[in-house]
């Protein structure tokens, strides 16, 4: 019996061999658009550009540089590069140039499907969405440049209850955002789509302003609108080479001549590998290729009279929209199926290449072609006129690279873009204000370039994006784990010790445990949506850090080494705590010049002038990038060493924690001689340890830093020292539970470059008498006369089966008025716990408000934090004969 696809690929008109030869390049001798888009190109070249926007059609420009001098020079001529430069140039950037190798939209853009949608499961990502779309629909009226935009809308189509779930739990976090967004019926999705088979279909998520826009026109009138406000964009113009110069400026070399940059921005797509190469850098990218089918005219389609919405079918993992009377058809194929071009990696992009195509494969998409024609019915009898196999670039994590590199001055990224027409618009904006103001406009850390570093080996890169490829369409969890590619090189010194007995998580490329296997539990990881198999032993793990003492692998934080003649000086200046004494330890923030959290970390000076400083795992080099900008900036003379890999970090915590200890060290451990926040260079069980008193729990307890290859026996020394005392390991959702009990911030939830400490609650630790003249310092003191507009909240939630994980919708009186920023379950109260962002009015204790989890909302109230008083806390409390509440 044939595949049912078999009639559609043997009516296809265009050739596709069934085992095409790997990477073998085809000539694009035609748009993969038809006559539409190919009609509006060649109107483009016959017309030239509108009037004032000299040079913004498809002629080439005149290949010269003009100008020997630039303030910012971007480095590539497609959608991303080209809205850079429209948008420093129309905030007022004199001087930027564009270089593109060889002309406009080479590369992906060009045969790029052109989707655009506010969707997306991140939280600021759909700033970036928003704003893109908003952008494309008033540039042609702006530039004078048709873009062929289309917005018919967009449909994700559930067809299974757990899919329900994922569309109920996007819902509950996009109720704060301006996209319109909605979980609609079948019978509405069949009305907007009428010629969908609705045997399989249980729901959709309809947004409506979602649509598809020509990638080359887009490109076109953002070229014209760069012009238009000042912009110099050269083609074709290679640059050949970079150097960076002593004070941090760029030479950048054409055959052309020579550009000198105050900053470059490389945003060369899948040539981003070959600009990096020229100053040291390994950007961990790699070209993917995707394929899409255009069908002739179905009359199906033509005798619709409103444009079809575009569809994206998750279990069949692919997107089709109408295109023109006819339907365009993608899929993503398995990580199994699908091809990459690592031979571009490994030997570099072909010289020369622009706008080829890889031969196509009909054969590798049929299952989704099948999938396809059991959803709509009408492309059975369809032909296919056109097959596009195109290289896409990919990052191990399917998410672009934007902003400043770490190590390099001046040398920024917009790169890695698996969905570049939609991310084009907002990136450009993001990363213009960004270099204007000094900061970015707001949090992005998922999208930090330096959220890869030296772990990130190509066979890495490769593993990832295949899996990101694969798992393009599948469910998005909460607590979401992948695997491949893992472990990387970057393992703690207890990974093998631990790895069968826990169920790890992956964190900036390290393996860490989230909660750890007894007989009978069900190991391995099994998300959900709701309780899972992980939530009786993480509150196992709770009540063993409680009631005894546990061992947890903290290795994973970013670790930085800070000394020299003026490191008390740069750290005054950096943070807006005061610089702890030698032997002390406190907890600082760095702000951003408007006021924002851009980062906390844990402050040690070890002996006189000498710092540890200690930062999450995912902020390593985020955070160092900007020490070591503010060390250039400012000429302090400091030693910045980056100890990350070299220090294994074991936290102890608990009631019995001093006890086992003291067992190991001859060093006095007791409440009088080791205070909480002080730090002292100590043996145990002769191995030389940096222990810090503190701890994420909130419990007694000691952070022990110490030599990587000592993880093992200081481990075990420490599990023999307390079998009495019934010690035993825990992971990090049980310590995520004891953090938030304590009323405990995390950097990244509660406060990030969307918050300013005020309203997060950090007044401890902000220290605006200090004489120093931190950074944001004049900010805070201008947000704090002007009062706040809103505050962090502590709320328990009257939940069921389900908890707060973040980034849901919190109601009052009919209307959605804040969001989460983290919750949990907790073990002490028996109930659900978050942190959320309420306008200042409603943020008394006492205050009734719902949170929404799963399309329900729960009753939740405002309550004095924390819920758990912390164990020095408590300490105190017990000498004046008060009874503290635990």
């Known amino acids: 019996m044939a595949h049912p696809g078999a009639e559609l690929r043997a009516r296809c008109r265009c050739q596709a061999p069934a085992a095409p030869q790997r990477g073998r390049l085809v000539p694009a001798a035609r748009s993969p658009w038809g006559r539409s888009r190919r009609g509006r190109r060649r109107a483009a070249e016959r017309d030239g550009p509108p009037r004032g926007c000299r040079g913004a059609g498809l002629k080439t420009s005149s290949p010269s540089l003009g100008k020997d001098r630039a303030d910012t020079v971007i480095i590539g001529g497609g959608c991303v590069g080209v809205s850079l430069a429209y948008h420093l140039a129309k905030a007022g950037l004199k001087d930027v140039v564009l270089l593109e190798k060889s002309e406009l939209t080479a590369g992906s853009t060009w045969h790029a499907a052109g989707l655009t949608t506010y969707f997306h ?184 009279k409103t444009e079809l919405p575009v569809i994206r079918d998750l279990e069949g993992s692919y997107y089709l929209r109408q295109e023109r009377d006819g339907l365009l058809f993608g899929p993503y194929e398995s990580e199994e199926k699908m091809k990459l071009q690592d031979s571009w990696v490994t030997d570099g992009v072909p010289p020369g290449f622009g706008k080829e195509l890889f031969e196509s494969d009909l054969d590798r998409i049929m299952e989704h072609i099948e999938a396809a024609m059991e959803m709509v019915p009408v492309l059975k009898k369809a032909d296919i006129v056109n097959t596009i196999a195109g290289p896409i670039t990919y990052s191990p994590d399917i998410l672009p690279m934007v902003g400043p590199h770490q190590g390099v001055r001046n040398y920024w990224v917009a790169i890695g873009f698996g969905y570049g027409i939609i991310h084009a618009g907002g990136i450009g904006k993001y990363l213009s204000d960004w270099i204007l103001e000094g900061e970015p406009p707001f949090d992005l850390i998922e999208l930090d370039p330096n959220r890869y570093g030296k772990w990130t080996t190509t066979e890495y890169t490769a593993a990832k994006a295949r899996e990101s490829y694969g798992f393009n369409n599948i469910v998005g969890y909460p607590k979401e784990e992948r695997f491949a590619g893992r472990p990387t090189e970057r393992t703690s010194g207890l990974y093998d010790l631990l790895k069968s007995k826990c169920s790890m998580g992956f964190h900036a490329g390290w393996e860490q445990p989230h909660w750890f296997y007894k007989p009978g539990d069900e190991t391995g990881y099994k998300p959900s949506f709701r309780r899972t198999n992980w939530f009786d032993p993480v509150g196992r793990e709770y009540k063993q850090v409680m009631e005894k003492v546990g061992v947890i692998d903290l290795s994973p934080f970013g670790k930085f080494k800070v000394k020299g003649t003026d490191s008390v000086k740069l750290l005054d200046h950096l943070f807006a705590n005061v610089v702890p004494k030698v032997g002390s330890t406190n907890i600082s923030h760095m702000l951003t010049p408007r006021g924002k959290v851009y980062a906390e970390l844990t402050v040690s000076q070890l002996y006189p002038g000498e710092f540890m400083l200690i930062t999450g795992s995912g902020s390593e080099l985020h955070d160092l990038r900007w020490i070591e900008e503010e060390v250039t900036r400012g000429g302090y003379k400091v030693d910045i060493e980056n100890v990350t890999d070299e220090i294994g970090v074991l936290g102890v915590a608990g009631p019995y924690a001093r006890q086992i200890l003291q067992k190991l060290t001859r060093e006095d451990l007791s409440d009088g001689s080791f205070k909480f926040l002080q730090s002292k260079q100590l043996k145990l069980s002769d191995i030389a340890v940096t222990a810090i008193r503190i701890s994420y729990t909130g419990e007694l307890g000691w952070e022990l830093y110490h030599k990587k290859e000592d993880s093992v026996a200081l481990y075990s020394a420490i599990m023999e020292a ?159 004969g008060e009874s503290p509440k635990i």
Not at 814 to 843: C, D, H, R
Not at 855 to 868: D, F
Request: proline content about 6%; hydrophobic content about 35%.
């Open 121 to 304: 499961p991140g939280i600021n990502l759909k700033k970036i969405h928003y704003y893109s779309i908003k952008l494309y629909e008033k540039l042609e009226e702006e530039t004078g440049q048709a873009v062929g935009f289309h917005q018919p809308g967009s449909i994700r189509i559930a067809s299974t209850p757990t899919r329900v779930d994922e569309f109920k739990y996007q819902m509950t976090r996009n109720g704060w955002h301006s996209t319109e967004q909605y979980l609609i019926t079948p019978e509405k999705v069949q009305e907007l789509f009428p010629l969908l088979k609705m045997d399989k279909v249980l729901a959709g998520l309809y947004n409506p302003g979602d649509g598809h826009i020509d990638p080359y026109s887009l490109t076109m009138a953002l070229a014209a609108g760069a012009r238009k406000y000042g912009a110099q964009i050269n083609y074709p113009v290679q640059v050949t080479n970079l150097k960076s110069r002593s004070d941090g400026t760029w030479e950048v070399e054409t055959p052309l001549g020579i550009i000198q940059a105050k900053r470059i921005v490389n945003t060369a797509g899948f040539w981003a590998r070959e600009i990096g190469k020229m100053i040291g850098l390994q950007h961990p990218l790699i070209p993917v290729h995707h394929q899409y089918v255009v069908t002739s005219t179905i009359p199906e389609v033509k005798a619709l």
């Open 722 to 880: 307390g079998q009495k005392e019934g010690i035993d390991n825990f992971g990090t959702y049980a310590l995520n539970a004891l953090r938030l009990e304590k009323g405990f911030r995390a950097w990244g939830a509660e406060m990030n470059c969307d918050t300013n400490p005020w309203e997060a609650g950090l007044e401890y630790f902000v220290k605006l008498n200090k004489p120093a003249d931190f950074t944001g310092k004049q900010a805070l003191k201008q947000i704090k006369e002007k009062g706040l507009k809103r505050r962090l909240v502590y709320l328990t939630v009257d939940t069921d089966n389900v908890d707060p994980e973040g980034n849901e919708s919190v109601w009052h009186n009919g209307k959605v008025i804040g969001n989460t920023t983290s919750g949990t379950f907790s073990y002490s109260a028996q109930q659900s716990l978050a942190f959320a962002y309420v306008p200042t009015e409603l943020s008394k204790v006492g205050q009734k408000l719902e949170v929404e989890l799963l399309g329900k909302n729960y009753p939740a109230t405002i309550i004095q934090e924390p819920l758990v008083l912390t164990e020095p806390t408590r300490m105190r409390l017990q000498k004046k």
